[in-house]
């Protein structure tokens, strides 16, 4: 009998990088003739982004510039979770986004769905905030990984594919 070959589905991100780009991040914003005076503030954690400056415009700036040094970072957007601005104390913004990371149980029931109605013959399987899809044959298996890239973009969630077997 043939051994079934297998792969799984995460949703993570380079932690380091995402620290980097937020340093690069704040290093324009210090610079930039507009945003100097802002007295901005950027705050990561391990599962956050807290963005704090002194107007709603200035606020807009400057999470463009961390989705632009995410980009050249190679990480996805689609790992930012931007809350809804809030004013603070002394008439200033504050903005936190959500770190995205591991996928959900509803997201990967979603995903399952679309594996089994799209490839039959395969048995996706929900294992804590991963998704280990198995089958006998390794073309369907990148079958299944070209379809899930393809629908990547109705997904709110960034995809990795790992541990392929």
Do not use: C, W
């Amino acid at each position: 009998m043939a051994a079934d070959n297998s792969f799984d589905i995460v949703s993570d991100f380079d932690h380091q990088e995402v620290v980097n780009a937020v340093d690069q991040a704040l290093r324009e914003v210090q610079t930039r003739y507009d945003l100097k005076d802002t007295k901005t503030t950027l705050e990561l954690t391990k599962t956050e982004l807290t963005i704090t400056t002194a107007n709603e415009l200035a606020l807009s700036s400057i999470r463009d510039i961390v989705q632009t040094k995410a980009l050249r970072r190679q990480l996805s957007l689609k790992i930012f979770d931007f809350g809804p601005p809030s004013d603070v104390s002394g008439a200033r913004v504050r903005q936190v986004a959500t770190l995205r990371k591991g996928i959900n149980s509803d997201m990967a029931k979603k995903i399952a769905k679309l594996v089994r109605d799209q490839f039959p013959k395969i048995q996706p399987r929900i294992q804590g905030e991963t998704l280990r899809v198995t089958s006998k044959s390794r073309d369907d298996l990148q079958a299944v990984i070209k379809f899930l890239r393809e629908q990547e973009d109705s997904l709110d969630i960034p995809l990795q594919f790992t541990n392929y077997r």
